[in-house]
């Protein structure tokens, strides 16, 4: 049976995913992820730092191991911002082509969306016809309208987790004036999008990432004990009530009140107004509470 793996070097983590090819379906057999923040490095200076390059490639070979041990096939390795940005990028190709003898393929933040896209349109039923799908990752920020399955509109915008918390965030916890600059910036950015957002009359919005699984985590964790199953969406309201807390708290704090249940995929709830202001809110979030290193080796949720 044909054994297929993905890597995706983020700016924020490393992930792979082992799937087998059995009855004309994939199933999973394997997934590993680990923050390795390759691209904090990237946004102050502009440089890939030796110990981000050395503790990715660590992991990459970890990734290899496993490649080898599951008898994959083929393999399709890619990289995002912050090799897009990297100046010394190729130099972090050669060593990664040394130590597993990938080739790996810096996307650019369209075909990052539309990859995004695919997956979840391939994988998941969703009730809504219009959708905004919003993935969150450590250098930019991709947010696509999809009608019907088809890519409406798709913008990629400068702001990862970790871009946002070097540019803006200096102090821990951090100050009122920061939270405005960065929430000004978010706005400014999001405005090239919003008209579209708003005229195309969203159902829903679909949050993909490690840190919008945090998000919802802490969601899940909040309304308890009223449900007893674990939720898989946020509400605005929630969304607000979250971003008001973690940003009063340290960040030994968060990672003392780290909640432990990831979901894979975050679908928050379609109650959400349609329009930027959600989106504002919810990436706000999203930027900050990824401060916190969240290291995960599970198979999906």
């Not at 680990?34 to 660590?58: N, W």
């Not at 919008?212 to 939720?231: D, E, F, N, Q, Y």
Request: aromatic share 4%.
């Amino acid at each position: 049976m044909p054994t297929f793996a993905a890597v995706d070097i983020g700016s924020n983590s490393v992930r792979l995913k082992i799937s087998r090819l059995v009855r004309h379906r994939l199933t999973e057999i394997h997934e590993d992820r680990e923050v390795t923040r390759l691209g904090e490095s990237v946004f102050r200076h502009g440089f890939l730092s030796p110990e981000a390059i050395a503790d990715t490639v660590k992991v990459l070979r970890r990734f290899h191991r496993a490649m080898q041990n599951a008898g994959v096939d083929t393999v399709r390795v890619v990289a995002t911002s912050a090799l897009r940005d990297a100046r010394n990028s190729r130099a972090f190709l050669e060593w990664v082509r040394s130590s597993t003898g990938w080739n790996v393929d810096i996307i650019s933040g369209l075909e990052e969306a539309r990859l995004i896209h695919l997956g979840l349109v391939s994988t998941m039923r969703v009730s809504a016809a219009r959708l905004l799908m919003v993935d969150l990752g450590g250098g930019s920020c991709e947010l696509t309208i999809s009608d019907e399955n088809h890519i409406r509109s798709t913008v990629s915008l400068p702001l990862g987790a970790v871009r946002l918390t070097n540019e803006f965030l200096q102090h821990d916890p951090p100050r009122k004036s920061e939270l405005k600059r960065l929430q000004g910036f978010v706005a400014r950015e999001v405005t090239r999008i919003q008209d579209r957002i708003k005229s195309a009359r969203v159902g829903g919005v679909i949050a993909t990432s490690g840190t919008a699984a945090a998000l919802v985590g802490v969601a899940s964790h909040l309304a308890r004990p009223r449900k007893r199953r674990p939720t898989t969406y946020a509400t605005r309201e929630t969304i607000r009530r979250i971003a008001k807390q973690i940003t009063r708290l340290t960040l030994e704090q968060r990672r003392r009140r780290q909640v432990a249940p990831m979901i894979s995929v975050a679908k928050v709830c379609s109650r959400m107004p349609s329009g930027v202001s959600s989106s504002i809110s919810a990436m706000r979030v999203w930027a900050y509470s990824s401060s916190s290193p969240v290291r995960m080796k599970s198979r999906a949720a």
